[in-house]
């Protein structure tokens, strides 16, 4: 299932972000992808706030540096940012692996970059593209139904 969205702001992204997170079961890989700018962190902000992570928009940012931030709610919450990695080994050394599980969502920032690693494995595609200064086209693709509701 494709669903196509449009943010007029950072406030809509991560309220976007805030409905797809609040409908997230557990298991879900969801990788974003889009140019620098274009509300892939914002939208992170908003799906940790939906998956009702403490303090979810204040703490939330890309773990440029660190790589990995978990957040801890109702489920766990991995957000990769692949950005800085050179290779896909460097991205299975982090652990990937032992990220997925029922009781988690996994959030990777620049996934076009680990794509190669999620071969074989069914994750929720999120491209993001400027549309104007502060608009931005949300496209999601194989997301599960229950996105949609």
Same mark, same amino acid.
């Given at each position: 299932?494709?669903?196509?969205?449009?943010?007029?702001?950072? @406030?809509?992204?991560? &309220?976007?972000?805030?409905?797809?997170?609040?409908?997230? =079961?557990?298991? %879900?890989?969801?990788?974003?992808?889009?140019?620098?700018?274009?509300? =892939?962190? !914002?939208?992170? =902000?908003? $799906? /940790?706030?939906?998956?009702? /992570? %403490? +303090?979810?928009?204040?703490?939330?940012?890309?773990?440029?540096?660190?790589?990995?931030?978990?957040?801890?709610?109702?489920? !766990?919450?991995?957000? $990769?940012?692949?950005?800085?990695?050179?290779?896909?080994?460097?991205? &299975?050394?982090?652990?990937? @692996? @032992?990220?997925?599980?029922?009781?988690?969502?996994?959030?990777?920032?620049? /996934? @076009?970059?680990? &794509?190669?690693?999620?071969?074989?494995?069914?994750?929720?595609?999120? &491209?993001? +593209? !400027?549309?104007?200064?502060?608009?931005? /086209?949300? !496209?999601?693709?194989?997301?599960?139904?229950?996105?949609?509701?």
């Amino acid at each position: 299932m494709e669903i196509q969205l449009k943010s007029n702001s950072v @406030d809509q992204t991560i &309220e976007i972000g805030r409905g797809i997170g609040s409908r997230l =079961k557990g298991g %879900e890989i969801i990788g974003l992808i889009g140019q620098l700018g274009s509300g =892939k962190t !914002h939208l992170i =902000k908003g $799906i /940790a706030c939906g998956i009702a /992570a %403490e +303090s979810a928009e204040t703490v939330v940012n890309s773990p440029t540096f660190v790589i990995v931030n978990e957040y801890i709610s109702r489920l !766990h919450v991995y957000h $990769i940012d692949a950005y800085r990695l050179n290779s896909i080994a460097e991205f &299975e050394m982090l652990g990937f @692996d @032992d990220y997925c599980r029922s009781d988690s969502v996994v959030l990777i920032e620049w /996934a @076009d970059r680990v &794509e190669s690693a999620l071969a074989g494995i069914k994750f929720i595609r999120i &491209e993001l +593209s !400027h549309l104007g200064p502060n608009e931005r /086209a949300i !496209h999601i693709i194989n997301a599960p139904e229950y996105l949609a509701e």
